[in-house]
């Protein structure tokens, strides 16, 4: 009579475990594992288009980029939701073209047949917009998850270098890395890493061998194939670890001394370009209004000038320096 596994066992579904296989999943005393849930929303995605998506074939790309993505969802689960989303957003747009149709009909007075085209056009566009560029979405998560994991990598590599240093095992130093709320998605990464070894009993190298395919860095995949070579090639981690923290600590200094380098370059660009030309380029539209005779359409080309260059080659400049700076944090 096989013996009942004890609490925190793992089950399968054929039965209960011998006494002598029954592995205990390491869990935070009173935590209970938790499941991937979907919004209420997704789930009526599911239902209304499960068999449409199912009828499609495997897009193992898509299976990819939201794995990269830690969006914790299947590729026919996504494009359930994406087909929900495409007619949500064109019963929308259909409302909003309907209106917009009426209000240039009757208030601005436009044409019918044109503001019959927009009615059409709205919706139309809108969902084709939404059907082919939300599959596309996951991909750029991914790619922005990489850019994070790259900002943090160098500080957490200290941090596991000074953890070796310490003669920590290396599961352990991915589990006290995961606890690190500091290193953003490095510590995500590591927190997998972790799942993989401690709840789905994994061992440590092959754990590491699938982050490193499924991480959208690739400096943090060249890390973690670097461990797994060393590792079972019979060198030591130490070194290797102390070798990567002062190689991207160098690298980062590099990337940051040419962010400032082009930040610099962007302030005299901003300098010339939207302060200096746009103010000659005033006083001369000006002298041309009041003595060459441009009359009314060189006053319209003057407020051009100030209404519309002006702001967005500021708000241009604004955006770029912000986005480079943000790498920078």
Request: aromatic share 8%.
């Amino acid at each position: 009579m096989p013996a009942t596994p004890t609490v925190g066992a793992e089950v399968p579904a054929g039965g209960p475990l011998p006494a002598a296989d029954a592995r205990p999943i390491r869990l935070k005393r009173g935590a209970q594992p938790t499941h991937s849930s979907l919004t209420g929303f997704e789930r009526w995605c599911w239902r209304t288009f499960r068999r449409r998506v199912e009828a499609l074939p495997p897009d193992p790309l898509l299976e990819e980029n939201l794995l990269k993505a830690h969006r914790r969802m299947r590729a026919d689960e996504y494009m359930a939701v994406v087909y929900g989303t495409t007619v949500v957003v064109g019963l929308g747009l259909i409302a909003a073209g309907a209106g917009a149709a009426f209000f240039l009909i009757d208030v601005v007075g436009l044409a019918p047949v044109l503001g019959i085209a927009v009615a059409i056009a709205l919706p139309v566009l809108g969902a084709v917009g939404t059907r082919f560029g939300m599959p596309g979405n996951p991909a750029s998560q991914a790619k922005a998850r990489g850019r994070k994991i790259d900002r943090k990598i160098s500080p957490a590599m200290s941090f596991v270098s000074a953890m070796s240093s310490a003669d920590v095992n290396v599961d352990q130093i991915f589990k006290e890395l995961a606890r690190q709320k500091i290193y953003g998605e490095v510590a995500a990464e590591a927190a997998w890493i972790t799942r993989d070894t401690e709840l789905l009993g994994v061992d440590i190298l092959t754990a590491i061998r699938t982050a490193a395919q499924r991480s959208p860095s690739k400096r943090f995949q060249d890390f973690l194939q670097g461990v797994v070579t060393t590792a079972t090639s019979g060198g030591q981690l130490k070194p290797y670890f102390l070798l990567k923290a002062e190689q991207y600590e160098q690298e980062n200094k590099l990337e940051m001394l040419s962010r400032v380098e082009t930040l610099g370059l962007m302030a005299e660009t901003f300098v010339t370009v939207v302060v200096a030309f746009p103010l000659f380029l005033v006083i001369i539209i000006a002298i041309f209004a009041v003595i060459g005779g441009g009359g009314t359409f060189m006053i319209d080309i003057l407020w051009a000038v100030v209404a519309l260059m002006i702001p967005m080659a500021q708000g241009g400049f604004i955006f770029f320096m912000y986005t480079l700076t943000q790498d920078m944090v």
